[in-house]
């Protein structure tokens, strides 16, 4: 067996590990949002699934955007794509990781977990990843939180739904399901300031409430806590102009600067140079205001 089960009590004896405690301050400080590219080792992730499967590819890839300018690369190995993704085993997610991850934080720039499953994130904090990226809030796992307050690591807090209700205000539920979070997050001793909430682009929401979501991103400004965008080739964007995952870089462009607009202090994406140039010019123009 590759993977071993997190229990809480083994927190305390890895709480001297290398913490993340520096890096969100890091990379909240600039006047436009940090870029997070997204790095998939999966075979059917929703937009470039298996395109990164290989470890020589996500490699290259991992390179390519840290010279585009990602200010963190989010590694996954787990698909989580909301319509039709299969659940794996952490000795198979484990798998994927094992020849990339290292080699990735390697590369010099903070690397992100993305994962649900606590044992995974124990082996990714162990192997140099700095930041845990929990697609269920720390609501979905139970040893999660108590393994996010031992490490002293940021984690991120992201929304989510098993479906879509297109009855609910979506809103509403995104502040209640934060709230839930961050009630385990504070009974776990989590320190606030290693908290960023993502809302969930496209998970659990119909193509509308994403929309909503981020037309009303600046209502989440009132828990206090870094917001994280990823619209990136979601489906939503094909509702306004018919296109595949690979064909909604500017529909990507046009959510993201919402969502600086709306707050957003990182910003989750597929294209990291075009994204990074979008935020940056968009920045030095309201410099001129």
Do not use: C
């Not at 400004?221 to 080739?233: M, Q, T, Y």
Request: glycine share 6%; net charge negative; proline share 7%.
């Amino acid at each position: 067996m590759i993977a071993t089960t997190f229990r809480p009590a083994e927190a305390t004896e890895k709480a001297a590990a290398p913490s993340g405690h520096a890096v969100l301050p890091a990379l909240l400080s600039r006047p436009y949002p940090a870029v997070m590219g997204v790095l998939n080792v999966t075979p059917d992730s929703f937009s470039d699934g298996g395109q990164f499967a290989a470890p020589e590819h996500a490699l290259a890839q991992a390179r390519k955007m840290v010279a585009e300018g990602a200010d963190i690369i989010d590694i996954g190995a787990e698909s989580t794509r909301p319509y039709g993704s299969e659940p794996i085993t952490a000795d198979e997610e484990l798998k994927r990781l094992q020849p990339v991850l290292p080699e990735v934080v390697s590369l010099g720039v903070p690397v992100s977990i993305d994962s649900m499953k606590s044992s995974v994130v124990a082996w990714a904090l162990d192997h140099g990843a700095a930041i845990a990226n929990d697609v269920w809030g720390l609501q979905r796992d139970p040893d999660m939180a108590a393994l996010v307050a031992a490490r002293k690591v940021p984690v991120i807090v992201m929304h989510n739904r098993d479906r879509a209700d297109p009855a609910i205000d979506i809103m509403a539920d995104i502040t209640d399901f934060f709230a839930r979070s961050l009630d385990i997050a504070a009974s776990a001793g989590i320190s606030s300031d290693n908290i960023v909430l993502d809302p969930g682009i496209g998970f659990g929401k119909t193509p509308e409430q994403s929309m909503t979501v981020l037309a009303r991103l600046n209502e989440l400004s009132s828990f206090g806590l870094p917001l994280l965008v990823g619209a990136s080739r979601k489906r939503f964007i094909s509702t306004v102009t018919p296109s595949e995952p690979h064909q909604r870089l500017g529909g990507s462009i046009a959510a993201h600067l919402v969502a600086a607009e709306g707050g957003a202090r990182i910003i989750r994406a597929h294209d990291v140079a075009e994204t990074v140039q979008a935020l940056r010019v968009a920045a030095a123009i309201r410099d001129l205001e």
